[in-house]
């Protein structure tokens, strides 16, 4: 990949090609809003602060990533459920470390109360801001046994959080769509054994959609209010503040005691289950997808989750326009039952209005016919991602649309994980540090282990802690950055969303 | 069809073979609570009245419905779409006849105060009990012109409800899990069109799940607030109060006009918007297939949407115990990448205790392999809704299999519609309509046409009035049951949910 400047615009060549992206990397935030109301991904200029409306090609992308990462859950023995959105009070305060952690930003909920109408009667409730005081209780009346175990479940479902900084469409929101997952398990062993399943799922998910992540564990003093530990996905962004997409919480025994969920062991003997949840970010993965693949035209969509995968664009010469039609109509017959398949014939728009209006809105592919197509029975297909072009013969199309979606989705998934490391530098010392993140780096510092060292890191160097790498052995090879001690292993640290 | 008793308890014969069906007719509500539980379909335990826990089974079945209703819709033309939880009480309060008919049963929302926090700054919220007011002021940024109409959409959400009467599990919930579509149109006709599109795909999942039902349009007084007309779908119950699975609404412009709706005419000229929605209740239509199917034993599951369609059972005699179960493996291997199978290989329960197991979860069909099956290589199918036993060769099996799918679907269909039938009686006098409420049945009555006669009925009859036909034209051939002025169709009148 090599990048070249137009006019003081980033570019880049690859294959020959070139994509602009200069606005995507310098001014992300306009760059952003202005793709997801054009490409009709969201619309954000709903009334209330921090819900959006997800418009139908966001949603379908939603939806398709929601039933991948559910059947592979089901794959995994997750049973889909639904629990109430509602906690009661006295629940949701049972673990102390959680209602710590979410108590300030949480919705009560209640009757409306009309005028003149008395104080109800029922106990205040509270908005799920994530379920494990709706569930738990549950789990509860549910396990008594060692055969009872594991218990898997899953729901997909929005959670709410009354977030007082600034919100960011799908970034920063208030009405989180997400999956949560949440097992119980009769042993410790069997419980890290299931932390290591949840991150193999949720990478399989984010690998086919092309997204770069880092997997960290993040530091003591960052992690999930009532965990034991927790381990998550940052994917990167173009303008240096990771995007959080997924995270898998090793909850110990903590919630089991709080709730009594308490089991009879096979060898005998009462122990209280180990418990895990784990989230999946639909907003911020389809925000990952969004700001990792596009470019300066608009988002480049993985074919398997694209509303429209191919559209076909009749390219008709004058006196030729009733045969390129005719078999602009045949090509669009062979494909659509394959595939999420558009025929623009619109007699209003000319053919390059056409191929900007359908780069804009993410479709990877582009079949172009004119009269030298029709002739010799062939089509042009024209790559999104790399703005190739080269004709093919009309027999075995089917197979051949196939073969370039396989190469679009290697392609994206290559790019980004180059960008992945591009963004990544080994700083140093401190001073280096603050500049790198100044320039939106994502930054590997040696570190000792210690968490005075890491504490300090985010007033020195103006970022975010991330943690350390999950499933990779980094040892350290250099003096911590903070104290001058051995290294131990290199945290990473970034800007986030 | 033919129905007896034996010791009292109502049974029927059909085919030759036997289903007892007492206790779902003559005790519903404790029969329907132990089949939730037991079938693994809903737990109603959960400490907030009116919301329930989705067990497995019940979700199972709703994400199908979901589907395929979804399908339907996005064929028709609807984008998916999601929008806000939460309506501004200013946007919720501009249509009168709406906020008159929700306002009392509405949940507000706001941040958690915590001890010594001022009160919020932000204008106060409600949860969507049904999305109008979130949508509308969406759609009035949308649609500027002709060429944006029609503009379809739809989402699957929950609604909330402040229900203050006694909740039941699926039928009267706080959180009501549905799929509610929208649309808008250039003109009344086009609106009208899209009215019978809407009955049409409603009808066709609901045939499919074999429910049977009546499509009357709601007399004035009980239409939706806000609404020209509103058409509904009842479904029969065992116990002779219907269940209401789906509306639509013709809202005319009343919402258009307080929501400034406006488009540029084709034919030059601006006009305000003709607006439906329409609403598809998943745990209604859950509760009507559990409800109509069933038997005594537990549901009994139409095979598209069953979490497991065909189980396999060995019946192991002694020493031949390994050639059956490597049979029933072979089975297993044959049906389940096409079916959703289940091989019960427990070593620690009989096969009268696994058939037992089974069919109180609905599983459509049993097949039983035993060491005559292993020397034929056949194997022994065992249906759910008629309790018939028949042998078939291995060979082929599989297509005998989806065979024997759509013979069940369509006898569950049909013994539901036979059911309906038996539960409709034309009546002659308001003394006959009350008693013939009481012993549950949905009453057929003469009726002038007038509002007056209508709502007298009410009182009168003990029951409420659904209304009258839908896309049948039933003339009055009799006078009006109250006034005994000439009759000019009939109104439905039963106990409803």
């Known amino acids: 990949m090599v990048y070249f400047y137009i006019m003081g615009l980033r570019c880049i060549l690859e294959g020959g090609f070139i994509a602009r992206e200069s606005e995507k990397f310098e001014q992300f935030s306009e760059w952003f809003d202005r793709v997801l109301f054009t490409a009709r991904i969201a619309d954000n200029r709903y009334p209330v602060k921090g819900f959006i409306v997800y418009l139908e090609n966001g949603w379908f992308v939603i939806e398709r990533v929601r039933r991948r990462l559910e059947e592979l ?58 379920s494990e005081t709706i569930m738990y209780p549950m789990f509860a009346l549910w396990i008594s046994n060692h055969s009872d175990l594991p218990l898997k479940t899953h729901q997909s479902c929005a959670v709410y959080r009354y977030e007082t900084k600034a919100t960011r469409a799908l970034y920063r929101v208030r009405e989180i769509p997400w999956n949560e997952a949440h097992t119980a398990h009769a042993s410790m062993e069997e419980a890290e054994e299931q ?83 784990y989230g999946f970010g639909y907003s911020r993965v389809l925000a990952a997808v969004i700001a990792q693949h596009g470019d300066d035209l608009g988002p480049i969509f993985p074919p398997w989750v694209a ?62 016919v004119g009269p030298r197509e029709v002739e010799k029975r062939t089509v042009v297909l024209a790559r999104r991602d790399t703005g190739e072009k080269f004709t093919v013969p009309l027999e075995g199309l089917e197979g051949e649309v196939n073969r370039v979606f396989g190469e679009i989705t290697r392609t994206l998934a290559e790019r980004s994980k180059n960008r992945l490391s591009e963004q990544l530098v080994d700083v140093g010392s401190l001073e280096e540090g603050a500049r790198s993140v100044e320039l939106g780096k994502i930054c590997r510092v040696s570190w000792c282990g210690s968490d005075e060292c890491a504490l300090s890191l985010k007033g020195s160097m103006g970022a975010e802690v991330r943690g350390y790498r999950y499933g990779v052995e980094e040892r350290g090879e250099r003096p911590c950055i903070v104290c001058g001690r051995p290294g131990k292993t290199y945290l990473y640290v970034s800007r986030a969303y």
Chains 1, 2 share one sequence.
């Open 73 to 130: 859950l089901e794959e995994d023995g997750h049973f889909p459920m639904y629990f109430p959105i509602v906690a009661t009070v006295e629940n949701f305060s049972r673990e102390a470390e959680h209602i710590k952690g979410f108590m300030g930003e949480v919705f009560a909920v209640g009757k409306l109360r009309l005028e003149g109408e008395e104080a109800p009667q029922e106990a205040p409730l509270i908005l799920r801001p994530t």
């Open 307 to 368: 509303p429209i995968q191919v559209v076909i664009v009749p390219i008709p010469y004058k006196g030729r326009e009733v045969e390129v039609h005719r078999y602009a109509g045949e090509v669009y017959s062979l494909l659509k039952g394959r595939y999420r398949a558009r025929l623009d014939d619109r007699p209003d728009a000319t053919p390059g209005e056409k191929y900007y209006f359908w780069e804009r809105r993410g479709v990877p592919l582009r079949v172009e």
């Open 195 to 277: 932390v290591r399943k949840a991150v193999e799922i949720y990478s399989k998910v984010l690998d086919e959609l092309g997204i770069a992540y880092l997997i960290l564990r993040r530091p003591d003093f960052d992690k999930f209010a009532g965990a034991d530990y927790s381990i998550a996905f940052d994917a990167w962004n173009p303008d240096g503040k990771v995007n959080q997409v997924a995270t898998v919480h090793n909850l110990g025994t903590n919630f089991s005691r709080v709730f009594g969920i308490e089991f009879e062991r096979r060898e005998g003997g009462k122990a209280y289950v180990w418990q895990l949840c």
